[in-house]
């Protein structure tokens, strides 16, 4: 199936959290898109037999658990190759392997891993990406490009660096530069494709940018009602240096502020050493945290208190952070954010830890609103894009497929199952807007 031109129902284990812990489901379930949005939903056997104008094409079986897709609020494109390089802490890592690695994302080379990264982004049962380029504009161009043909959603920005920068640049041109390729391409590309494609002016964090550059940015954000991307009290020595470098603003969240930059269309990474004034400034201003648990652990950069950011009111969604974190599996990332709250609960007093459905809704629903496009995206309900990741639940289970043991499992156990032991290799297919974007091998399924 290629397009969303024609009247396809798709069959599954029906599972999403429309609100916040609360896990919906059908056991025998069906969708039924149409144009692209879902038009029905339902219970199999009744979505069947209703009588149609023309005939139903029908996909896959209640052996495949079917999600909404999964959102990816943070994520680096030209970091994909060093994932899992010999872990450090943040500084010396960027300084070790990511800037000579995004220092080399031009070219021929950049447009082949673009297409690439699309093509893993949906065998991983992703279906909208935040991401970071390199700083060069053609790196940005071709993101969107490959993003366009890919037929994937995402929101992608070029890195913007004028301090202790990678390029070649004279120092004196830089600011400039960068702001009029930032502005360049969110006038060409936010909003492309009905809204499938938009822009996210992208300064990389406070050490690697002046006070003019960011409050430049934000102002052309606000212009071009653009999104806004950047990294945020992600490690200490990283904070320490902060302090150092902006005498200016009272705390690192404050250096932002100062400059505009905490807006609803904000995605703030990471965010993991919060004072309770940066986190209730954070609230009021609407500004938005993309967690990133795997990332955070795998530099060493500390546990994010999840429940003190929610409880302050601030909209948070899960990231990979590739190449901070290992992998581009948010199965894997909804599991490290319960492992991480678990952890953090042996040595805190009152930690919530997170439950299977509360993770769900970060990597869903949650991260939708995040967007602001929470109408359109995140669940399974009549008359929103047909954004889906279809799960083989027998991929899933000890020595596969089981039939027996798959028909005694409840929507909290393959959730759990997809949590725990989750990735592409149970990935069947990937829809965006009811189009096809990655499809398995694996012919005996699709019936
Ligand atoms: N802080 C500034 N740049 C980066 C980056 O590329 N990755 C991560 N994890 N943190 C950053
Ligand atoms: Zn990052």
Request: with cysteine; glycine share 8%.
């Amino acid at each position: 199936m290629s397009s969303g031109d024609s009247l396809i129902g798709i069959r599954g284990f029906l599972i999403d959290t429309p609100e916040r812990g609360k896990l919906r489901a059908w056991s025998d379930g069906a969708i039924v898109i149409e144009d692209g949005l879902i038009a029905e939903i339902g219970d199999y056997g009744e979505l069947s037999k209703k009588p149609r104008r023309e005939p139903m094409r029908w996909l896959h079986s209640n052996r495949v658990a079917i999600f909404p897709g999964l959102i990816d609020l943070h994520t680096h494109l030209p970091q994909y190759p060093a994932i899992a390089r010999s872990e450090t802490e943040l500084l010396p890592w960027l300084r070790r392997y990511i800037f000579p690695l995004e220092r080399e994302f031009t070219g021929a080379k950049a447009r082949k891993e673009c297409a690439q990264f699309f093509a893993e982004l949906a065998r991983h049962g992703t279906t909208t990406a935040m991401i970071y380029t390199a700083i060069y504009e053609e790196s940005c161009d071709a993101a969107f490009e490959a993003a366009q043909t890919s037929g994937m959603r995402a929101i992608i920005g070029k890195m913007m660096m004028d301090v202790g920068s990678y390029g070649d640049l004279a120092v004196e041109k830089i600011l400039e530069t960068s702001l009029t390729q930032s502005e360049r391409l969110c006038k060409k590309w936010h909003g492309a494709e009905n809204g499938r494609l938009d822009y996210a002016f992208s300064p990389r964090f406070a050490l690697s940018c002046s006070r003019e550059m960011m409050t430049a940015t934000a102002e052309l954000a606000k212009k071009h009602g653009a999104y806004i991307q950047t990294h945020l009290s992600e490690n200490l020595a990283e904070l320490a240096a902060v302090f150092e470098m902006c005498g200016w603003a009272d705390d690192y969240v404050d250096v932002y502020e100062k400059c505009g930059l905490l807006t609803p269309h904000t995605v703030l990474g990471h965010s993991i050493h919060l004072s309770e004034r940066e986190r209730d400034a954070i609230a009021r201003s609407g500004a938005n945290v993309a967690h990133c648990p795997t990332a955070n652990l795998f530099l060493n950069s500390g546990i994010m208190k999840l429940d003190r950011l929610l409880d302050a009111g601030i909209r948070v969604g899960l990231g990979t952070d590739v190449a901070a974190g290992p992998e581009l599996n948010l199965w894997h990332v909804m599991r490290t954010a319960i492992e991480s709250q678990k952890a953090r609960s042996f040595y805190e007093k009152n930690v919530r830890v997170p439950s299977p459905a509360d993770v769900l809704f970060l990597a869903t629903q949650g991260a939708a609103h995040v967007l602001g496009k929470g109408a359109q995206l995140g669940s399974l309900d009549i008359g929103k894009e047909a954004d889906l990741t279809l799960v083989d639940i027998g991929a899933l289970l000890p020595y596969r497929k089981n039939t027996k043991v798959q028909n005694d499992l409840g929507a909290e156990d393959i959730l759990t199952l997809c949590i725990h032991r989750g990735g592409p290799h149970a990935t069947i297919e990937t829809f965006v807007r009811g189009r096809s974007v990655y499809r398995a091998m694996q012919p005996e399924l699709f019936g």
